[in-house]
């Protein structure tokens, strides 16, 4: 059985909200210009390359794309 506790993994303060800050952080990471958006482009387009190599550049360049999500 499991326990289910809403809580964050690194608790925060925020003392000071910004709203404007908030948006341009969102549409960064959804929006269709943000990093989720590109991943999720590169790799659903490997699906249809021709070659091996052409699938393995575009799952290199997604899976660089997610890692830099977390990281920014």
Do not use: C, V
């Not at 000071?16 to 590169?42: T, V």
């Amino acid at each position: 059985m499991w326990m289910y506790e809403k809580r964050l993994q690194y608790p925060i303060n925020i003392k000071n909200p910004n709203p404007a800050y908030a948006k341009f952080i969102i549409s960064q990471y959804g929006g269709p210009d943000g990093e989720l958006g590109a991943s999720l482009r590169y790799l659903s387009q490997r699906f249809h390359m021709p070659t091996r190599e052409a699938q393995a550049t575009l799952n290199d360049i997604g899976t660089e794309e997610s890692g830099r999500q977390r990281y920014q």
